[in-house]
């Protein structure tokens, strides 16, 4: 079994962080703090400039809850004049949007409502009942969505639901292409693989993670990965490992090619996962649990710092 836990390093005092300094603030001048007044210059601690981020006057809706959102990766096949966005929500669609370039695009346009700066969705998924889940009755929201990956496969999204299921989307239609079925709860969490469209992992209430063949929409592994339900899962950069996150308080690091655990991770008192990333360079797992912590794993050493 796992070795015993060790205690994480507290936190600072719980307070919030300390801002990030700015590029244009000199060293030598005393600038406001976050937390009002000022802090002294040559003072060690990291500054902010006075300029604050603002919200662009844009904004899309739904119907009910956002669960997640994903920017779309620059390597698509067609030409785009700007960025694209995907939300899942709740009210069971995926809504594709194209994002403003600044306050005056012409994106906000007044939308379907005729608000200033509400915008259009570019398309909208709709998730529908299957013959496996028509006799559940009522609507089934989604819980996450991902823009695939690898050359070529940035105009493909895949979608996470509570009705048991991922989808594959063609962004330029609105009918699924492939949809993958065999888990047992809902599907809480999806992760393309990074250099391939053929393999994506998804984590459920059932406490499994699954592996699933693209090409086939067949199931190519399943690992019993947890004993409460899978919130979190993320490819490693090279995609020879894929991380699960659960609230059984667990972080588990999994060889994608055999399906064997190679490590377990867990801080002092188990506190429950509810999101896991790699680092782009593959070397740390990220993972905020529900003790108010963000968590940053070694995983080659398998230490954390809190």
Do not use: Q
Not at 120 to 137: D, E, F, I, V
Not at 188 to 204: C, K, T, V, W
């Amino acid at each position: 079994g796992p070795a015993p836990p060790s205690p994480a390093p507290a936190a600072d005092g719980g307070g919030p962080a300390p801002p990030v300094p700015s590029a244009t603030t000199p060293p030598s001048a005393a600038v406001p703090s976050l937390g009002g007044g000022t802090v002294p210059p040559d003072s060690g601690r990291p500054v902010a400039s006075s300029a604050r981020y603002r919200p662009l006057p844009f904004r899309g809706s739904h119907r009910r809850s956002v669960s997640s959102v994903a920017f779309a990766p620059d390597h698509g096949r067609r030409r785009r004049r700007r960025t694209l966005a995907a939300s899942a929500s709740a009210d069971a669609t995926v809504r594709l949007w194209e994002l403003p370039d600044g306050p005056d695009d012409d994106v906000g346009n007044g939308g379907d409502n005729n608000k200033p700066g509400e915008m259009t969705p570019l398309l909208t998924l709709r998730n529908k009942a299957t013959k496996s889940t028509m006799g559940m009755g009522g609507h089934f929201g989604i819980n996450d969505v991902a823009w695939g990956a690898g050359g070529g496969c940035a105009d493909y999204v895949a979608t996470a639901s509570d009705d048991k299921t991922l989808r594959l989307w063609d962004t330029s239609r609105a009918t699924p292409l492939v949809t993958f079925a065999g888990h047992a709860n809902f599907v809480f969490s999806l992760s393309f693989h990074p250099l391939s469209y053929g393999l994506i992992a998804s984590g459920s209430f059932d406490e499994t993670v699954k592996l699933w063949d693209v090409r086939t929409g067949r199931c190519a592994h399943t690992l019993p990965a947890h004993s409460d339900p899978v919130t979190g899962v993320c490819f490693s950069r090279d995609g020879s490992c894929v991380a699960s996150g659960s609230h059984d308080g667990l972080v588990r690091i999994w060889d994608v090619a055999g399906g064997e655990c190679l490590r377990t991770l867990f801080a002092a008192g188990n506190p429950p996962v509810g999101a896991v990333r790699y680092s782009p360079n593959g070397r740390f797992v990220l993972a905020g649990t529900l003790d108010d912590t963000l968590r940053l794993w070694d995983v080659g050493r398998g230490s954390a710092d809190a």
